[in-house]
């Protein structure tokens, strides 16, 4: 088991160290391969009628001289060993994680990341609690009442949010109950659930809901799947035939084997959304790490892009991680594999 | 390009402005509203109420300003920043040598001394100012104000490669040592060629010409001063000294800021501010929409953007009788335009270019920016009215477009049948996007086939449209651009959209299509003649050599629908700014 | 969200609804589903639904024609020059069926017509890129196993490792880039750069999914049997594993065509779609987000995507149900 958990976290390193090569290759090599210089590369950061020399020193100043590996390689011991940043008056330590400065705010990423990252967790597990109750119970009822009137408005209403666009019910919602209705809040603001717990919920209801909505439909679409596969089985038979009452049939035996793919399901939905709900967070106006990939890459912030990147793709490959480990716990089999 | 408005003035020698600050001085301040016991919304609502007289006025303290952004906000750092929402805003916690006078309309355009005793003093055939500076002003940690501070203020903002964002005057104007670099490289090298401090009241600006106008240089953010001890470069944006009337409480960047009074501020140091709020609240990236719906609910002051509304909530400002009679929509010193660029073929020919403007739909630009209120009027020239030296050129109709005239001048130019290019503009902004849209069909008619093409604003005129060597490879023949004057003359606006020896191979011009060698030399003799009303003519003279050629097809002279939250007194849509002066609002 | 719904891999856990191939044989397969799916009267709703918008969007230019405007014609008379919205709040008549655009007065009924071209030819084909890749890649990896397997899987978590739109939007903004040094321009490089992306990105979800059922064929006792009568690879691989793949590859086809249907809408939404003045939906609403007091102008296009992607979901559940007598509704 401990050679397995070993295993699997060097792969997910390893995973991480790929993407952000990738990445890195993306912006900046692909652009020199493209024909742009370093010169290029800093044109974009500087003010208005800056001079050739100007373009030349910040070229410089921001290390686009370098080979390409070299400036990877800086960007790597920045998250090792932290760096130094050059603030023009003097040398400001970026200590370890240092993903480096804004080429344009020259603020360190890591602290925007960590500033950011309050308002995607309250998004993302807010959602969440609203669409795995609500689409697991859903999907439970339909099962059992299969071919009833709920079941059969159930599943359109699920179809139905699986098939809508997040910005468009998003900003349809908004329109209705912020702007027109005036009951929830019309976006853009986020108290911290420390502040002012009721200001926080107020303020994230409506993302929530909107997120939810898109999720709970597909969470309530599989868990009625799972539960007709799960009850069709012949220990569920085998548990009736005993005499056991319904409900533990339905609870202790159905639920627990239909839920099983939900779990691990639920795990990677949830780490990809911690990345970020770009669209989510760009219709209310949430200042999250979705909202801020988006500006990184219309600014085209690189140290931000980089940052932002390997966030999101940590996430992804924790949550990866945590259920391949739940499940090495759960079947023996996996370690083997 | 950033500078989001612009400063204007209308005919103002430095004599004459000299002449007006000295019954500018007490700022009209004297009339007061009768019965100031609801002081908030003493007086009646009208539309464009703050145009050309201050609104409500009070002398009453108290109370929060409540401001709010959506756009992007490039610094705090008066040396570091170039756009117009904080050359405005920063007056309330840093004082400049020279400022305008805050008030409505062309009042506002008047240069007042700030933290120097009187505009300045020049001699050497003006290549030399001098300035006095005002007695017992205190940065807000209690030191003394000195001559030294504001050196060092306009020397660090000189270092473009750190503190990137601000203008290059003082670059390009200053008599500088060949070895100076910059205050954090070469700090020992002695500037006193450039900038003197005789003693800790006198500073003495020295230039590399003659320049009549130096008084406006004195008035950029970049002279408010900065304590040598608290500068680390760009990290001084976090936390700016304050000289003027507040200082920064909290700074989060892209977050909010929040300003509180600074005791060190002495009122009778200072004869301009009224310091009327206990607290200024800043908040940075507000959705758009909300800040317009908040703003017309009162729960907001002012956008400090001063852009106006957005297309969503026009309809609704302009319909409602009540929310109209808030609003006010002034002209902005700006002309949003589409550069013709010469460099690519058929353009190169001068009947090409009218045959594009001929072609195009006037009202169709109009409508793309917004309409006749929030766009702006239709423009007929490079540079808008407000800015001295403007005549009223007739060369094209504005209608919806004249095919006849664009056929007989593609005839002219060889192409009888049209001819295809393409057309760059901001792909993140939908009304160039309109622009470009209108253009294409319009010109279609005329038998012209344009081709869009959208590219990011960040790398717009960096790695694209202003860059010639990529104008060149993909024949981009049109492109939408914008210029807001930096302040209120013809070099203001004109000198970096229209002088063809600012435009660099490397990328990075705003002047994308004005390359003749007729303009250059009158904008020589514009920088050398030191009479105001010759030199407006020569500028006057600039934008029309540039229409007859047709290298810009201008759209409109910008106008925004500003909304006026409630419960604000002293509301003043200053003329230099064009957008509401911040530095004497109220709310109590 | 529906058919990537199951990124893990169905070596860990079989695909929820699990795809008992081998007890579908041969022949029968085309017969059974179909008679199935005939009795499926809602999925026979969608699939009516997804043949009228293909018709739709090949017959769009006559359609206009015959009851709009061309696309990309302004009507400015329609228009208040003061509010720049509609005349009339929508301007919606006999002459514009669907209102018109505010700003420029554009026929939203022809826009919406023409969208369906855009996102239907780069929802397909980025589609068919996405189970060609992730066909050949999960058959190569789940039927070699060993290194193979082992260096594909990894590709696999690599690609779901990034943020996907993140990702397509940084990567549409490179690549426009090299335009100049490209044979394709204007709206066919961006068409083709499009399905590129979408495409390229999505396959590892197709790919898990195949690599789990050859896994699972390939230990099957008739493709033993095969074994045993002295098959070789490439026949067992050929006759006895590709023909069993048919069903899911389908069914997994035609629930990723919706999700791509919405993943273009967004693209276009943050701005990188299909350059103007073409019409596609995610366009039409990210400009209609800022007249959200004009709301005819974002139903109509939000309504599109609906019913499209409606539409398949519906077609392929069916299908699922169809070629999988297990998951019976």
Not at chain 1, 49 to 65: I, P, Q
Not at chain 2, 477 to 483: F, S
Not at chain 3, 140 to 146: E, H, K, R
Request: hydrophobic content about 45%.
């Amino acid at each position: 088991m401990v050679t397995y958990i070993i295993r699997r976290i060097i792969g997910a390193v390893l995973m991480l160290a790929v993407v952000s090569m990738v990445t890195f290759a993306i912006f900046f090599v692909v652009p020199r391969a493209a024909g742009a210089t370093a010169d290029d590369f800093a044109a974009r950061y500087v003010g208005k009628s800056a001079t050739e020399e100007t373009v030349g020193n910040l070229a410089d100043r921001l290390g686009f001289n370098d080979p390409v590996v070299v400036q990877y390689g800086r960007w790597v011991k920045g998250i090792v060993a932290g760096a130094e940043y050059d603030t023009g008056a003097g040398v400001e330590n970026c200590p370890a994680p240092c993903f480096g400065y804004s080429f344009i705010s020259h603020q360190p990423v890591w602290n925007d990341l960590l500033d950011r990252l309050p308002v995607t967790v309250s998004l993302a597990s807010g959602a969440a609690v609203i669409w795995v109750l609500a689409g697991v119970a859903t999907g439970v009822l339909s099962a059992l009442r299969k071919g009833s009137v709920f079941d059969r408005a159930a599943m359109g209403i699920a179809l139905a949010g699986v098939s809508l666009p997040v910005f468009f019910t998003g900003i349809v919602s908004l329109v209705i109950f912020s702007y027109g209705m005036g009951i929830t809040a019309p976006g853009g603001s986020f108290t911290p659930i420390t502040e002012n717990p009721a200001e926080w919920a107020y303020n994230m209801i409506l993302p929530w809901i909107t997120l939810a909505f898109l999720y709970a439909a597909g969470y309530a679409r599989l868990t009625r799947a799972g539960m007709l596969e799960t009850m069709g089985e012949d220990y569920i038979r085998t548990a009736r035939a005993k005499g056991l009452p319904e409900r533990t049939v339905i609870t202790k035996h159905g639920l627990r084997a239909a839920l099983t793919p939900i779990v691990t399901i639920f795990g990677l939905d949830f780490g990809l959304l911690l990345g970020g709900a770009v669209l989510t967070e760009s219709t209310f106006s949430l200042n999250g790490v979705g909202k801020f990939a988006i500006t990184a890459i219309l600014k085209n912030d690189l140290p931000q892009i980089m940052g932002v990147t390997m966030l999101t793709a940590f996430f992804v490959v924790a949550a990866n991680l945590i259920v391949d480990l739940l499940y090495a716990v759960v079947d023996p089999r996996v370690r083997l594999a | 390009m950033t500078k989001k408005s612009a400063a204007a003035v209308v005919a103002a020698t430095a004599a004459l402005a000299l002449g007006l600050t000295a019954c500018g001085g007490g700022d009209g301040g004297t009339k007061k509203t009768e019965g100031g016991n609801s002081g908030a919304s003493a007086a009646k609502d009208v539309a464009n109420g703050a145009l050309e007289a201050v609104f409500n006025p009070s002398d009453k303290k108290g109370g929060t300003l409540k401001m709010a952004v959506s756009e992007d906000w490039d610094s705090v750092d008066p040396g570091d920043t170039y756009y117009a929402m904080s050359w405005n805003l920063l007056r309330i916690y840093g004082r400049p040598l020279v400022t305008f006078n805050p008030g409505a309309g062309a009042k506002g355009r008047e240069l007042v001394p700030d933290l120097a005793e009187s505009l300045g003093t020049p001699s050497d055939g003006g290549k030399t100012w001098t300035y006095k500076l005002r007695a017992g002003v205190k940065f807000e940690d209690g030191a003394a104000i000195t001559s030294k501070d504001v050196k060092y203020a306009v020397l660090r903002s000189m270092d473009k490669t750190t503190l990137v964002n601000g203008p290059t005057y003082f670059n390009d104007w200053l008599d500088l040592p060949k070895d100076f670099k910059s205050v954090y490289k070469t700090p020992d090298v002695n500037t006193d060629q450039a900038i003197e401090t005789p003693d800790d009241q006198t500073i003495v600006f020295h230039l590399n010409r003659p320049y009549g106008g130096f008084d406006y240089f004195a008035a950029l953010p970049g002279t408010v001063p900065v304590p040598k001890a608290k500068d680390d470069g760009v990290k001084y944006r976090d936390h700016v000294v304050a000289s003027g009337p507040y200082k920064f409480e909290k700074v989060e960047a892209g977050k909010q800021y929040t300003l509180v009074r600074n005791e060190n501020w002495d009122p009778a140091t200072d004869p301009i501010r009224k310091a009327l709020p206990d607290r200024y609240e800043i908040s940075l990236g507000v959705n758009a929409d909300d800040l317009d719906n908040r703003l017309i609910a009162g729960d907001l002051h002012v956008d400090v953007a001063g852009s106006g509304v957005q297309p969503a909530a026009l309809s609704r400002v302009l319909s409602d009788p009540a929310i109209k009679a808030r609003t006010d929509n002034p002209t902005q010193a700006r002309t949003w335009y589409t550069s013709i660029i010469g460099d690519v073929p058929p353009l190169d020919n001068i009947d090409c270019r009218k045959a594009v403007i001929y072609a195009a739909d006037r009202v169709g630009l109009q409508n793309a920016y917004g309409g006749e209120f929030a766009g702006g009027d239709i423009a007929s020239s490079l540079m808008p009215p407000s800015i001295g030296g403007w005549k009223k050129l007739d060369l094209y109709p504005t209608g919806t477009g004249d095919v006849e005239k664009a056929k007989a001048a593609l005839a002219a130019c060889g192409h009888p049948d049209g001819f295809e290019t393409n057309m760059a503009y901001r792909a993140d902004r939908p009304k160039e996007k309109a622009t470009a849209e209108s253009l294409q069909q319009a010109l279609a008619k005329a038998g012209i086939k344009l081709t869009l093409k959208g590219y990011p604003t960040s790398d717009y005129f960096a790695l694209y449209a202003g860059k010639p060597d990529f104008v060149k490879k993909n024949s981009i023949g049109l492109a939408t651009n914008g210029w807001g004057a930096d302040w209120n003359d013809g070099f203001g606006f004109m000198s970096q959209i229209t002088d063809s020896r600012t435009i660099r191979a490397s990328g990075g011009n705003y002047n994308l299509s004005v390359k003749n060698p007729e303009i250059d030399a009158l904008i020589d003799k514009a920088y050398v003649e030191t009479d105001t009303a010759k030199r407006d003519a020569l500028w006057g003279e600039v934008d029309q050599k540039v229409m007859e050629n047709a290298y810009v097809l201008p759209s409109v002279y910008a106008k925004s629908v500003m909304v006026r939250g409630t419960g604000m007194t002293n509301v003043a849509v200053s003329g230099a700014w064009d957008m509401y002066d911040y530095l004497n609002l109220g709310v109590a | 969200m529906t058919a990537p719904l199951d990124p893990t891999a169905p070596a860990v856990v079989a695909a929820p609804s699990g795809l008992p191939a081998g007890t579908i044989q041969g022949r029968s397969l085309g017969q059974i589903a179909w008679m199935r799916l005939k009795r499926d009267k809602v999925a026979m709703g969608g699939a009516v639904v997804v043949v009228l918008l293909i018709l739709i969007a090949i017959f769009a230019p006559v359609l206009v024609g015959w009851f709009g405007h061309p696309p990309n014609e302004f009507h400015q008379e329609m228009i208040d020059p003061s509010t720049m919205t509609p005349k009339g709040g929508t301007g919606i008549s006999g002459d514009f069926l669907f209102g018109v655009e505010p700003l420029n007065g554009r026929d939203i009924f022809s826009r919406v017509l023409y969208g369906a071209r855009i996102s239907l030819l780069i929802a397909f084909f980025a589609t068919l890129l996405s189970v060609v890749i992730g066909t050949v890649m999960g058959v190569v990896a789940g039927f070699f196993g060993g290194w193979v397997d082992t260096l594909i899987s990894r590709a696999m978590d690599a690609f779901l490792a990034f943020p996907l739109l993140v990702f397509s939007l940084a990567l549409i903004g490179v690549l426009a880039q090299f335009e100049t040094s490209l044979a394709v321009k204007g709206d066919t490089l961006r068409i083709l750069l499009l399905i590129f992306v979408i495409g390229f990105f999505n396959w590892p979800y197709i790919g898990r999914i195949i690599r789990g059922q050859t896994l699972s064929l390939r230990e099957r006792e008739f493709v033993d049997a095969a074994r045993s009568l002295g098959a070789r690879g490439p026949y067992i691989l050929f006759r006895e594993i590709l023909p069993n793949l048919i069903a899911p590859v389908l069914i997994y086809a035609t629930l990723l065509i919706p999700t791509n249907v919405l993943f273009e809408a967004a693209l276009s939404f943050l701005g990188v779609g299909i350059p103007a003045p073409t019409a596609t939906w995610g366009g039409m609403l990210s400009d209609a987000v800022k007249y959200y007091t004009v709301p005819h102008f974002m139903f109509f296009p939000g309504m599109a995507i609906f019913i499209t992607v409606l539409a398949f979901n519906l077609f392929g559940d069916g299908l699922r149900d169809a070629l999988d007598p297990k998951s019976s509704r």
